[in-house]
């Protein structure tokens, strides 16, 4: 017998995976040319010219045993103190290599920490509009997902929904800032309210609640947006990241969560964490890739690609009539269906071969994402289809 909600999870796509693998064929019987496709989140600039550098120069010197043998779970220790000393210098964030645990990207970084707070009854919250994988993160686990609805003018929090979504079972709040798929920063004011509240619930319920802040787009932020170090405001904090968005490797696997010693258990919490990490089958984050990130975790991305694409678009389709909220991070614009919910209008859209992903999955089901981390002709050829659709 077969599980069957293993079965269910592996044979259902994402509706953003069909998307892309439409395009696909799409392109193969039209042509390349004729698809647009704003479906996926994959970095479409190149990784850093010191990130290629310390690949090579690791693999071509230094001694293949150490750099492809396998190192401790939580990464070996260089590497992790690269890590700590960047956010130290950038925030006087106080962390040691204990703090960090190198993961295979972001994703096995929640799933751990996830599990790690899972106790029975647990409830995590999510805040709409929130990435699609939490749910199935949360759900396997054996906690259950909670959404706070969205504010769908500025997408920062709507401070009365998550205090509303908060009960004495709440063991943590997802917060994922600059946010999939908005592009949204939360602003210092908001995570200030937020902590205000948690802090006050965690009181009242007796037990810590914690952030898990889901960081991948960290480093993608424009027009010189602060993005505040959430543990510096709220110390229950900790931070799940990832490399795959700020250094363009998604496909290497690589990333960590950093349980800060301000948080509440912070060493048992980090022992759980990995704990969950070892039974889904976490031995070591890939060894080569801690030692590129171990030289260039003070790196960061080249973002004018993004930039332009993000301006060319956002003051394209607000001239059109479209209406979304200025992102000022990641790479993505969350833009509200004119006419209809968002599926209809993604498949309208579709019919013209133009891919962009319905929010019902991101829990706003009027809104539509496109992911502006795409070829920048591309994106201009597509403007007058926009146009269309919003005239028709
Ligand atoms: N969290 C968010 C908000 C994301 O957008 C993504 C990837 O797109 C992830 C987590 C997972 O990232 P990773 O590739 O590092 O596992």
Redo the contacts with the bound molecule.
């Keep these: 017998m077969i599980n069957q909600k293993m079965h269910e999870l592996g044979s259902k796509r994402s509706c953003i995976r069909d998307l892309f693998e439409y395009g696909l064929k799409r392109a193969a019987m039209v042509g390349r040319e004729n698809v647009f496709d704003f479906s996926l989140?994959n970095p479409s600039i190149p990784a850093p010219e010191d990130v290629k550098d310390a690949f090579l120069s690791i693999v071509g010197k230094e001694s293949p045993l150490s750099v492809h043998s396998y190192t401790p779970a939580p990464g070996a220790i260089d590497p992790r103190k690269s890590v700590a000393d960047d956010l130290n210098a950038r925030y006087h964030a106080g962390l040691r290599p204990e703090n960090i645990y190198f993961t295979c990207?972001?994703?096995?970084a929640?799933i751990a920490m996830i599990r790690a707070l899972t106790v029975e009854n647990a409830e995590i919250v999510a805040i709409a509009p929130f990435?699609p994988?939490y749910r199935p993160f949360v759900e396997s686990s054996g906690a259950k997902l909670v959404v706070v609805p969205a504010d769908e003018e500025a997408f920062q929090i709507r401070m009365d929904a998550l205090e509303a979504a908060l009960t004495s079972h709440t063991q943590a709040v997802i917060v994922?800032s600059p946010n999939?798929p908005s592009g949204v920063v939360y602003t210092r004011e908001t995570l200030t309210a937020l902590a205000a509240i948690l802090t006050r619930k965690s009181e009242e319920f007796g037990h810590p609640i914690y952030i898990l802040a889901?960081e991948?787009?960290r480093e993608l932020v424009y027009d010189g947006v602060e993005v505040p170090y959430i543990p510096g405001i709220y110390p229950n904090t900790v931070i799940c990241y990832?490399y795959?968005?700020s250094l363009s490797l998604?496909g290497e696997?690589i990333?960590y969560f950093c349980v800060p010693d301000c948080a509440a258990d912070s060493a048992a919490l980090y022992a759980a964490g990995a704990g969950a990490a070892r039974i889904i089958g976490h031995v070591c984050a890939p060894s080569l890739q801690q030692l590129v990130v171990g030289r260039c975790a003070g790196i960061r991305p080249d973002l004018d690609a993004y930039d332009r694409n993000r301006t060319t678009l956002y003051e394209a389709l607000t001239s059109y009539g479209y209406q979304c909220a200025k992102p000022n991070g990641a790479f993505y614009m969350f833009v509200r269906s004119p006419r209809g919910t968002a599926q209809e209008f993604s498949d309208r859209a579709k019919a013209k071969d133009v891919l962009i992903v319905p929010g019902g999955d991101f829990g706003c089901p009027d809104f539509f994402r496109i992911s502006t981390c795409v070829d920048h002709d591309m994106l201009v050829r597509s403007l007058p289809i926009f146009k269309a659709l919003i005239e028709e």
Excluded: I
């Excluded at 990207?105 to 096995?108: K, M, Q, R, V």
């Design positions: 989140g990207g972001a994703a096995p929640l990435f994988e994922n999939n889901d991948p787009y990832s795959s968005k998604p696997r990333g």
